[in-house]
């Protein structure tokens, strides 16, 4: 059976394809993050809607119930977040001896394993 060779000019187009390809994957990624964070997001609240459907609400009144739910959860985990966060970083000078106290004695613990 006759086989055509691939030639030179075929590994080339392959070659370009593929480039072509990743290149439109780079500058698609401005579209698609947001995109697929936003159908993500719809899928997540769907059952909310849904519900809130139920107990008689309309669709437009329900999602925006939906979305201020979902911003005012959002908005209230990174306040606490945040406060952990800056109370730890209040609190870790006071540790700093106690922090270099054990590195040291980790330190030579292994120089002493070592010997």
Not at 10 to 37: D, E, Q, W
Not at 42 to 48: H, I, Q, R, Y
Not at 76 to 81: A, D, E, Q, T
């Amino acid at each position: 059976m006759f086989r055509p060779r691939a030639t030179q000019s075929s590994a080339t187009r392959s070659v370009v394809v593929i480039v072509g390809i990743g290149l439109l994957l780079v500058f698609a990624k401005l579209l698609l993050i947001p995109l697929t964070f936003a159908l993500t997001l719809s899928l997540l609240l769907l059952p909310v809607v849904s519900w809130l459907e139920k107990k008689r609400l309309s669709r437009n009144a329900a999602v925006i119930v939906a979305s201020v739910l979902t911003c005012a959860i959002l908005t209230i985990g990174g306040l606490v977040l945040s406060r952990q966060v800056l109370n730890v970083a209040q609190t870790l000078p006071g540790y700093s001896v106690n922090i270099q106290k054990k590195i040291k004695s980790l330190h030579s613990s292994a120089v002493d394993s070592l010997q």
